[in-house]
């Protein structure tokens, strides 16, 4: 399993070896599949497949076809397309939010070019839709019915909420699809090739959805509690480029007049440092912290909800373990 592979609990040695013997050969396979004939596109395309990642989503396919059979051949394909998919999006993500960095590593668009990135994600994004058409008419229409979602949050993200949205709705709403979709997509993948029942499977769609949340909204904590590059890039990123996450948004939404200064500030982008440090320095210590944190563990729940409708199996603990990781990054 690649080392940057997220920890989880296992209480089961069983589970263990054969979760891990899974993720081994979902990273063999997505290390194959970005490989061409043409030395530079494969170097462009392994570029962040070599930087690591946590294989979140590749996780929660193996695990969630552990309530079924794990051994079923369609499963690491389709976890390896829901990883593909998700690296093909970070390729985008860099170019728009003009990222120097990914995963410490420098972003493809600044080691190449905006249009070498994009170009590399719709290159991943094809290799995807060559994985999917060896698994079927199913797999095809989650996989599209996903990605439609994914275009759907990032076009909402970047215009914004509209006149008469809560803001704080608007963003909660817009990582549902951006991030819970995919995740949810992973566990729905996992469940149906392991020939998981349906009621089954529409409780771990809804866990993957729920965990998808609650684990961006523990990123924006990160950014701002950390004081190491935790999340793979330098704390307070979001916070100097006046990106408005979890913590700031509650920030703004605060009638404190003690907290006016904290408004004032996290209400633009701060390019300067001691301006920066002093941001950081009071949404660290405000209210808004607190009900960032607050907002993340009613999702951590949500997510723990779901699963009791699951038997009571290692692999079910296991999730529970993994919804308990979310909240401990966090701090």
């Known amino acids: 399993m690649t080392p940057a592979a997220i920890a989880v609990g296992f209480d089961d040695p069983v589970l263990e070896r054969s979760v891990r013997g899974g993720l081994d050969a979902v ?9 061409t004939g043409d030395d530079f596109v494969s170097d462009v395309s392994r570029h962040l497949v070599d930087a690591g990642g946590k294989r979140f989503r590749p996780m929660v396919s193996v ?48 080691r190449w070019t905006n249009t070498v990135a994009i170009l590399t994600g719709d290159f991943l994004f094809s290799r995807a839709s060559n994985i999917l058409s060896d698994l079927g008419p199913f797999a095809v229409r989650l996989q599209a019915r996903t990605f439609e979602r994914l275009v759907i949050g990032q ?55 729920q965990i998808g949340v609650a684990f961006q909204l523990s990123d924006d904590i990160i950014d701002v509690a950390s004081e190491s590059a935790e999340s793979g890039k330098t704390p307070g990123t979001d916070l100097r480029e006046g990106i408005a996450t979890l913590p700031s948004l509650y920030a703004l939404r605060s009638t404190d007049p003690a907290s006016a ?10 390019p300067d440092d001691a301006e920066h440090g002093e941001a950081l320095r009071l949404l660290r210590e405000s209210a808004g912290m607190a009900e960032a944190r607050a907002t993340l563990q009613e999702h951590v729940d949500a997510a723990r909800t779901t699963l009791t409708a699951l038997p009571d199996v290692p692999a079910r603990r296991a999730l529970e373990a993994l919804t308990e990781l979310v909240i401990d990054r966090t701090g």
């Open 261 to 270: 200064r904290l408004r004032e500030l996290v209400s633009r982008p701060l």
């Open 155 to 209: 076009i909402r993200e970047t215009v914004g909420a509209r006149a008469g949205v809560d803001p704080l709705d608007h963003y909660l709403s817009v990582l549902a699809d951006k991030t819970g979709s995919l995740i949810a997509a992973a566990a729905e993948f996992g469940a149906h090739f392991a020939g998981v029942d349906d009621e089954q499977i529409a409780s771990l769609r809804l866990f993957g959805e």
């Open 63 to 110: 695990l969630a076809a552990h309530f079924g059979d794990p051994t079923r051949p369609e499963i690491v394909p389709a976890a390896v397309v829901c990883e593909i998919t998700h690296l093909a999006t970070l390729y985008h993500d860099d170019v728009m939010d003009e990222a120097l960095v990914r995963r410490g590593a420098p972003s493809a668009n600044a």
């Open 27 to 35: 990273e063999a396979a997505l290390r194959e599949s970005v490989l």
